[in-house]
């Protein structure tokens, strides 16, 4: 008798997924009244309301435990070996059936969020290739069988699966562990005093600043009701110190949300090499689980800055396939990584990166007058501004446009100095960045075209710009001298002769 395969028959969800179910389902449907519970809170209701209220909140849980009771009856996924697919069937009203070809899968992982960590149960999210949206996810699996169908849909594109390995009753079949690599507390709180808090600062500037302006607004209404607390209101130019004691409240304020934020988002991170893949777990909200194979990999940005750079922190990027021509949908973050885990990284994703040569490209002068000018147009047009309504005081604005000039043409001057395009013989690299130090490779066989564009005012000077395409997006290099012309014929060459096989 024929062995029966892994998920060969259709099967349901585990039997927690009707509490899924419902439970998310019922939580959906209370977010969308919430204007309800604030009336009964602001209003006293009546009895009659209440009773109604009650009354229909009743009727609609017990309709929403019937839908689930239907929708997980309804919901079967079951492998065809023979053709190659994995086949979805949902939908309690209509129908749906949804068949994924192996080939056409990008990454397979999994997420948790609360309620499933608490049910004990995995989701598993299965990307495609040509989806602006995850294609397929399937809840509340058990870790066993969530372990197993990741294992074997990650096996695609007329790769043999094992038989022996794909019964009932066999083990998960991923490779054993070759290093692992996991973020503690101290490193957590490095990466997020470190990174990004600007941002943050900006949101809590904008905050504090909208409600000062409001508050002045609302003295003035009634400067003469309020006049004694009015006047304690201080001016800017008046409290130099309090409002440099506010900024630095508002930068603490701000470091502290993006603490929160990274540990909210990296908590329990743990990387770890196998045989095949890397396995990215991390999340404290959501816990995602991911995969990632060599052969997937588009485009890996390795960024740090100065603060990281002392902690021996990096963060890389990795951007799998995707139809989108952005870095966004199936960019995987893998922050607070050292030279060591870095190296790693690189060698099982790209193998050996020594190369017979390396051609470096720099942007043209050119490019650097034009970022001049996007630091002086907005000066003269708030001085003619200023000018024409008499705002600000000639002595203020001069102080602020030298700082602002001179920190923008230094900003704008180390940029530019910081762009890098580098030809090797199997890697294109990209450098950029002041602060955050940014470096973009890809491997040239990947590559899926060239785009060269010469404006007007490049033609007098041999200028093009070059935008290099990947199936994980694209990656841009401006005002570069037509010498590399040659050098593009090069990568074309490469992926033509290539016989190596990434999708």
């Known amino acids: 008798m024929e062995q029966t395969k892994a998920f060969e028959v259709p099967r349901r969800q585990s039997v927690a997924g009707v509490a899924l179910i419902y439970l998310t389902t019922l939580y959906r449907f209370l977010r969308g009244f919430w204007v309800l519970g604030v009336y009964f809170i602001l209003q006293t209701p009546t009895g009659p309301a ?11 849980a017990v309709v929403i435990l019937i839908y689930s009771y239907l929708y997980y009856q309804n919901f079967l996924f079951h492998i065809d070996y023979a053709r190659e697919e994995f086949i979805l069937q949902k939908g309690v009203v209509s129908t749906e059936n ?83 690599h996991k973020l503690d507390f101290l490193t957590l709180l490095k990466i997020g005093i470190s990174t990004n808090y600007i941002r943050g600062l900006a949101l809590v500037l904008a905050f504090f600043t909208t409600l000062y302006n409001e508050l002045n607004s609302f003295f003035q209404d009634y400067a003469e009701e309020m006049g004694e607390y009015y006047e304690r209101v201080p001016e800017p130019s008046d409290s130099v110190g309090f409002f440099f004691f506010l900024f630095v409240m508002l930068l603490l304020v701000s470091i502290l949300i993006t603490v929160l934020e990274v540990f909210i988002k990296y908590y329990g991170l743990k990387l770890t090499q196998t045989r095949d893949s890397l396995e990215l777990e991390m999340g404290l909200k959501t816990n995602t689980k991911v995969a990632v194979q060599p052969r997937r990999v588009q485009l890996m940005q390795i960024i740090t800055n100065p603060v ?196």
């Open 98 to 180: 949804i068949g994924v070809p192996f080939d056409k899968i990008q990454q397979v992982y999994f997420k948790r969020n609360i309620l499933e960590r608490i049910i004990n149960v995995y989701s598993v999210v299965i990307d495609t290739a040509g989806s602006k949206s995850d294609e397929v996810s399937i809840q509340a699996l058990s870790k066993e069988d969530a372990d197993l169908l990741s294992s074997i849909l990650t096996r695609v594109k007329g790769e043999n699966i094992i038989n022996d390995e794909t019964s009932e009753n066999s083990e998960s079949i991923s490779s054993p562990e070759r290093w692992t």
């Open 308 to 503: 990281q750079k002392r902690f021996n922190l990096h963060e890389i990027r990795i951007s799998l396939a995707s139809s989108e021509n952005s870095l966004g949908k199936n960019r995987i973050k893998i922050p607070g990584l050292g030279k060591e885990e870095l190296v790693k990284v690189r060698s099982f994703l790209f193998g050996d990166t020594e190369s017979l040569f390396e051609q470096r490209f720099n942007p043209h002068r050119l490019m650097l007058l034009r970022r001049f000018l996007l630091v002086i147009i907005p000066v003269a047009i708030s001085y003619m501004l200023l000018w024409w309504f008499a705002y600000m005081h000639f002595t203020w604005w001069a102080v602020i446009v030298i700082i602002y000039t001179v920190v923008g043409v230094l900003y704008q001057f180390k940029r530019f100095e910081s762009l890098k395009l580098i030809f090797t013989e199997e890697f294109l690299q990209k450098k950029q960045g002041v602060w955050n130090k940014r470096e973009e490779n890809f491997e040239i066989f990947k590559m899926q075209a060239i785009t060269v564009k010469q404006p007007l005012w490049y033609k007098r000077k041999d200028l093009i710009n070059v935008r290099f395409h990947t199936a994980g997006g694209d990656m841009t290099f401006r005002a570069v001298n037509k010498t590399i012309i040659p050098y593009l014929n090069y990568l074309l060459y490469k992926v033509e002769s290539s016989t190596k096989r990434w999708m």
């Open 50 to 60: 209440v009773y109604y209220a009650l009354l229909g909140l009743g009727v609609t």
